[in-house]
């Protein structure tokens, strides 16, 4: 029912910047909250980044003052600006929603993205 696609992945320069991109889609009313997370292989997900509709927002401790959320509530959109880029940020990059409503329905199970990968190296 819910769709999310992420957009703007690459690869970049150590102290350069990415911005990424999600939009979900499905005839969705509203998002409680949306967020990144993101994923080394052969290591857990980790947290990024969340906000919640009301705009209150939750960092991991790796990107505090480096990484800023932001959401257009109209437009289901959520976006990651993500500066002073390190090559420890090297990762797939999930998008996430959890507590979507769909008409008069509320699904509380999370929705993921199929994931953008970012690169930092010189």
């Known amino acids: 029912q819910v769709q999310l696609v992420e957009s703007g992945g690459g690869m970049v320069q150590p102290g350069g910047s990415l911005r990424l991109s999600c939009v979900a889609s499905?005839?969705?009313?509203?998002?409680?909250?949306m967020g990144w997370y993101r994923q080394v292989p052969g290591k857990e997900r980790e947290l990024v980044a969340i906000?919640?509709?009301?705009?209150?927002?939750n960092y991991g401790d790796s990107v505090k003052g480096r990484f800023t959320i932001s959401r257009d509530n109209a437009k289901n959109t959520v976006l990651l600006q993500m500066d002073s880029l390190e090559p420890e940020d090297t990762a797939v990059y999930y998008c996430?929603?959890?507590?979507?409503?769909?008409?008069?329905?509320?699904?509380?199970?999370?929705?993921w993205g199929k994931g953008t990968l970012v690169t930092v190296s010189s």
């Open positions: 996430n929603v959890v507590g979507v409503t769909i008409g008069d329905v509320f699904y509380g199970m999370p929705y």
């Open positions: 906000e919640s509709r009301v705009g209150s927002t």
């Open positions: 499905g005839s969705i009313f509203s998002i409680n909250v």
